[in-house]
């Protein structure tokens, strides 16, 4: 069974800082699939990025971008210019590829706020 | 292009109850999971639908059930409700061809209280 750890429940950053969160992983699959999403105060749950596994480059949106180390099962997101909107909770996910019977497995998210 | 939709937003049950919660998938998508989010938690995968079966579950009882229409919308049944079945059940959707099926796009949620 894959788990998803991340291991800071809340972190803040001030208004067009940078800042990074973690996301650690154990699986025996080979070929997967990484996101992070994000879910704020209303709930709806947002894809932020998503990485292939057999990638070795990094996926980058717009200010997001991640530090995918596959061997160290690592997987975490970095926010440049870090905007009010960006407050919400971070939830890093893990999915098998569809066509396996592996199931998708979420962490348990960190709280990010963004200061003024 | 409409996204997923979910229905009912909010319902309030009591123990023992029967409840169904509906999804709608987003504009191309043939693909549902079923997720249960406790607050402060991250999803919890109950079950995935895909071509009207179900083709992967999580580890909950058989007290949680779905089904899977032609229109690839979905329903998840919770029967004999009880207390710890109180969360928020989001759905979301992702298209199995096309090599971003494992891509998932979530709906609103349904939050359920038990009381």
């Known amino acids: 069974a894959q788990t998803v750890t991340q291991s800071q429940p809340e972190m803040s950053v001030q208004e067009a800082e940078t800042v990074t969160l973690s996301c650690t992983y154990d699986t025996s699959e080979s070929n997967y699939y990484l996101f992070w999403y994000k879910q704020p105060p209303s709930r709806q749950m947002i894809l932020v990025i998503r990485?292939?596994?057999?990638?070795?480059q990094n996926a980058t949106e717009n200010r997001f971008s991640v530090n995918f180390q596959k061997a160290a099962k690592s997987f975490s997101l970095k926010i440049s210019d870090s905007q009010l909107g960006d407050t919400a909770m971070y939830f890093c996910?893990?999915?098998?590829?569809?066509?396996?019977?592996?199931?998708?497995?979420f962490g348990d998210g960190t709280t990010l706020t963004v200061k003024p | 292009d409409a996204g997923v939709t979910q229905s009912p937003t909010h319902l309030i049950k009591t123990r023992g109850q029967q409840v169904t919660l509906r999804c709608s998938p987003k504009?191309?998508?043939?693909?549902v999971s079923w997720y249960q989010q406790a607050l402060g938690q991250g999803p919890q995968f109950i079950f995935q639908?895909?071509?009207?079966?179900?083709?992967q579950r999580g580890n909950f009882p058989d007290r949680f059930s779905g089904h899977q229409f032609p229109n690839y919308s979905s329903e998840l049944n919770v029967n004999a409700l009880l207390l710890g079945d109180s969360a928020l059940y989001l759905c979301?959707?992702?298209?199995?061809?096309?090599?971003?099926?494992?891509?998932?796009?979530f709906g609103p949620g349904t939050r359920l209280l038990v009381l």
């Open positions: 990485q292939e596994a057999y990638k070795q």
């Open positions: 639908y895909y071509e009207e079966e179900e083709r």
């Open positions: 979301a959707s992702s298209a199995l061809s096309g090599g971003l099926g494992e891509t998932q796009y």
């Open positions: 996910a893990f999915m098998p590829p569809i066509t396996n019977a592996g199931k998708s497995t």
């Open positions: 504009s191309g998508h043939d693909t």
